[in-house]
């Protein structure tokens, strides 16, 4: 199993930015994908990023396109996200998800993902 440690949330003005920080500890880290999502005040929890095991492969969510970039250093253990141009829609609890099944695959969706992090808040004041 995968434990997952999430950091770098704040509160930040609109047009501004933050990067979040996930370390992971546990199995195997570069075997897997790993994932963003966020969860908005009475909203479901939605995709937000996904890095492949090697790094060369990413996905984002329409809305957070040319404005977030997700990266991994699996030397580190870790998977960054580098949120710019933030937006107060962008204001949610986020977290980091790691695969830990074979094969992993690059996904947008919860159920592919086994370990989840405690979650981080990032607030976008207008």
């Known amino acids: 199993q995968v434990q997952l440690v999430e950091s770098g949330g704040g509160l930040v003005q609109a047009g501004g930015s933050l990067r979040l920080s996930c370390a992971a500890s546990?199995?195997?880290?570069?075997?897997?994908?790993m994932g963003w999502f966020r969860q908005a005040p009475g909203k479901e929890r939605e995709f937000v990023a996904a890095?492949?095991?090697?790094?060369?492969?990413?996905h984002y969510i329409d809305s957070v396109k040319g404005r977030f970039t997700i990266s991994r250093d699996n030397a580190k253990n870790t998977v960054l996200l580098q949120m710019n141009s933030l937006k107060p829609e962008d204001t949610a609890v986020y977290y980091c998800?790691?695969?830990?099944?074979?094969?992993?695959?690059?996904?947008?969706?919860?159920?592919?993902?086994?370990?989840w992090g405690q979650g981080t808040q990032v607030t976008v004041s207008s």
């Open positions: 890095i492949s095991w090697s790094g060369a492969g990413t």
């Open positions: 546990g199995r195997t880290f570069s075997s897997y994908a």
């Open positions: 998800a790691a695969q830990d099944r074979a094969p992993t695959i690059l996904s947008s969706r919860e159920y592919d993902y086994d370990n």
